[in-house]
C-alpha cells in the first residue's frame, strides 16, 4: 500500500531538504522526511489532521 502513495512536498520548501513529504488517503495523511523515505511513516486519522490545520484555516 505505501508503494503506491503519491507524496507531494509544499512549494515552499523546494530544493531546501529538511522537509516533509505528505500522501493523502481516504483515513489521513501520511507523513515522513524527505531526506529519510525508507524511514518510518507517521499516520495521522482524518479528525486529527483537521484539528491540527484548523488554526490556519480563515
Known amino acids: 500500500m505505501v508503494e ?8 515552499h520548501c523546494a530544493n531546501q531538504g ?3 513529504q505528505i500522501a493523502h488517503t481516504r483515513s ?4 515522513r522526511d524527505s531526506e529519510h523515505k525508507e524511514g518510518p ?8 489532521w ?5 488554526p490556519t484555516q480563515p
Open 4 to 11: 503506491d502513495l503519491s507524496w507531494f512536498v509544499s512549494s
Open 18 to 20: 529538511h522537509c516533509v
Open 28 to 31: 489521513g495523511p501520511f507523513i
Open 41 to 48: 511513516l507517521l499516520h495521522i486519522r482524518m479528525r486529527e
Open 50 to 54: 483537521a484539528a491540527f490545520l484548523a
